[in-house]
Nanobody, 123 residues
Framework: QVQLSESGGELVQAGGSLRLSCRASGRAWSSYVMGWFRQAPGKSRDFVAGITRSADTLYADSVKGRFTISRNNAENTMYLQMNSLKPEDTAVYYC?????????????????WGQGTQVTVSS
């Protein structure tokens, strides 16, 4: 069992930066693939970025070059550094964990979820 808790979401102006954190607890967390997803009002929950236990990463095209995912296994924490934010990045951001060696882009492929943190980017 893995418990996840996100923090760091807030209101920011377009062009600004935010760093989201996801703190994990539970056994063998460091062996899980971790991911960030986001869901805007009225839309589906979409993949943003993923990271394996060996720090291989994968990004959605819409955030590539602007967002950076990282993890600190010793501190049981994953991060999403978001730069050059745009109004279309506004969403609730969720962290997720998957008991696998591989990153997946479908939300149904993840076993554990946090409660989400709101990111709002004003124009």
């Amino acid at each position: 069992q893995v418990q996840l808790s996100e923090s760091g979401g807030e209101l920011v102006q377009a062009g600004g930066s935010l760093r989201l954190s996801c703190r994990a607890s539970g056994r063998a967390w460091s062996s899980y693939v971790m991911g960030w997803f986001r869901q805007a009002p009225g839309k589906s929950r979409d993949f943003v970025a993923g990271i394996t236990r060996s720090a291989d990463t994968l990004y959605a095209d819409s955030v590539k070059g602007r967002f950076t995912i990282s993890r600190n296994n010793a501190e049981n924490t994953m991060y999403l550094q978001m730069n050059s934010l745009k109004p279309e990045d506004t969403a609730v951001y969720y962290c997720a964990a998957r008991s696998s060696l591989w990153i997946a882009k479908g939300d149904s492929d993840y076993d554990y979820w946090g409660q989400g943190t709101q990111v709002t980017v004003s124009s």
